[in-house]
């Protein structure tokens, strides 16, 4: 059975001993430390209880691929196949028949003040104090196709927030068919809320896939939602927090910088100002944080099976004899993939790169390797690169080509539609139709015992 809300995850994560909870103070300006530790050392989520604001603050419960595999009731073994049936087939969302317990509590007008919550500034060098796990819900004013997506927001005032949206990112779309159109854009921030919605939001799909039927697919039944107060939006009923807002297109201010997923501080540059209309929340909600920045953060694994899972979707539809997967969460996800496939005939394997290259997932690097090599494994994949690779022949290069968001190699000064990269493929694969050398390994050594060995472990 699904998870019916983001608290019964939490349950599971500490009967797993993925979460602890920390009573003694910590300043929200120390969540940042506390949470890079627990990165560093694979460790569990970390609930505040005590932060300086009357509600807990939970952070780092998609840290790690454990974490992941909890979320959705998977091993190793079953994960993509378990995904990949999600995505084929979706469960549209139905009204919630137990009432909306995110409307439990209703704040608007003058008593609207965002930062009553825990919102933590991670670094000194963040631009202010940022929410950074929440998840966007907006229409396309066209075709009224919900999307869900995460977006980071730099707190301005008690009722005013900023955001950063990329042009090709499907709420950045939907902002600008918004200004063609004339329109205020609404939208609601939703936080904590069932794991799958946020990997949901990390699937690579096209801009008609409404995203709360892919969200039905994943979990395996409909998710619950119920509408906004001030805006026509929908939400999911368990959500923990909700924050209903317009946005003034017209009305820029300086957002950033912040660390992010590249690793890097980006620059701050003129952003849209929102306008908070409502908050609602659950009786005693809890907040979430979400630290971003150098890699393995946070975020990386959250994007990391969702993206591998739809890669290999789009891939072996056109080339069947894809194998694996594997997008790097250390190269922030999106830069760096591996690819192993069986080459059908000459060439089939610079097909591949080609067709990576031009997917939404934008790899500055393209490795493909045989079905032998571990696309997981660093020290496989390097011994492919320098045993079955001749740079001469097998690297390509590609210029001119769209830029990965907030590649700090390229000029970040242009406008966003204007950044353009180069990236690169190596076919990594056994030269087609020759012969090559016997891979010189020992046969039979994984179902061969040696109890001595397990002694010293």
Same mark, same amino acid.
């Given at each position: 059975?699904? /998870? ?15 979460? %602890? ?10 969540v ?13 989520? %970390?609930?505040?209880?005590d932060n300086?604001?009357d ?12 974490k992941?595999?909890l979320?959705?009731?998977a ?19 139905? @009204?919630?028949?137990?009432? &909306?317990?995110?409307?439990? $509590? ?11 919550? !825990? ?14 796990? *929440? %998840?966007?819900? #907006?229409h ?11 977006y ?19 709420f950045?779309?939907?902002?600008a ?5 004339g +329109? ?26 409404d995203?709360? @039927?892919?969200?039905g ?13 001030t ?26 910088p912040? *660390?992010?997923?590249?690793?890097y501080?980006t ?6 100002v $929102?306008?908070?209309?409502a ?21 990386? %694994? ?16 056109? /080339? ?5 997967? #594997?997008?790097?969460?250390? &190269? ?5 993939v591996?690819? @192993? ?26 490795? +493909?390797?045989?079905?032998?090599v ?14 079955r690779?001749? !740079? ?9 080509? !769209?830029?990965?968001p #907030? ?5 970040l ?8 990269? #180069? &990236?690169i ?14 891979? $010189? ?17």
């Open positions: 059975m699904p /998870f019916a809300d983001f608290r019964q995850f939490l349950d599971v994560l500490r009967q797993h001993g993925e979460l %602890i909870d920390v009573n003694r103070p910590v300043a929200l300006n120390d940042g430390k506390a949470m890079k530790q627990s990165y560093v050392r694979n460790g569990p989520a %970390i609930m505040f209880n300086g604001t509600y807990p603050l939970v952070a780092g419960v998609y840290s790690t691929r454990s992941a595999l979320a959705f009731e091993d190793e073994d079953e994960i993509f196949d378990k995904v990949l049936h999600g995505l084929d087939h979706p469960i549209a969302p139905v @009204a919630a028949k137990n009432g &909306a317990p995110c409307h439990d $509590a209703i704040i608007e007008g003058d008593a609207i003040d965002i930062r009553n919550f !825990p919102v933590p500034q991670y670094s000194p060098k963040d631009g202010g104090r940022y929410i950074t796990p *929440g %998840i966007v819900v #907006s396309d004013p066209e075709t009224g196709v919900p999307d869900v997506g995460h980071r927001f730099l707190i301005l005032g008690k009722d005013t927030f900023s955001f950063s949206a990329q042009p090709f990112h499907r950045g779309k939907n902002l068919k918004c200004k063609k159109l +329109i205020v854009p609404k939208a609601a921030l939703i936080i904590g809320v069932d794991p799958i919605i946020a990997y949901t939001c990390q699937v690579q799909v096209p801009d008609t896939t995203d709360w @039927a892919l969200a697919g994943l979990r395996g039944a409909p998710v619950e939602l119920v509408q906004c107060k805006c026509d939006v929908k939400v999911p009923a368990t959500a923990e927090v909700v924050i209903e807002f317009e946005v003034d297109l017209d009305n820029t201010v300086l957002e950033g912040l *660390g992010e997923y590249t690793g501080y620059r701050p540059s003129q952003k849209p $929102a306008r908070i209309t908050i609602t929340h659950r009786k005693q909600p809890i907040f979430q944080g979400l630290l971003t920045g150098k890699p393995v953060t946070e975020n990386h %694994i959250l994007k990391q099976i969702p993206f591998e899972a739809s890669f290999l979707r789009q891939l072996k539809r056109q /080339f069947p004899t894809v194998r694996q997967v #594997s997008v790097r969460a250390s &190269a922030g996800v999106s830069f760096y591996v690819i @192993a496939m069986e080459p059908r005939f000459a060439g089939e394997a610079r097909q591949v790169i080609l067709s990576a290259m031009s997917s939404n997932i934008r790899p500055k690097w393209t490795v +493909i390797v045989d079905p032998d571990d696309v997981h494994s660093s020290t496989e994949v390097e011994w492919a690169l320098a045993f690779v001749q !740079p001469a022949r097998d690297v390509i290069v590609v210029d001119n080509v !769209p830029a990965g #907030s590649d700090p190699s390229v000029d000064s242009r406008d966003r539609t204007m950044r353009v990269s #180069s &990236a493929g190596i076919d990594a694969t056994r030269p087609f139709g020759e012969k090559f050398y016997d891979v $010189a390994d020992v046969p039979g050594w994984e179902d061969f015992e040696v109890p001595e060995l397990n002694k010293n472990k």
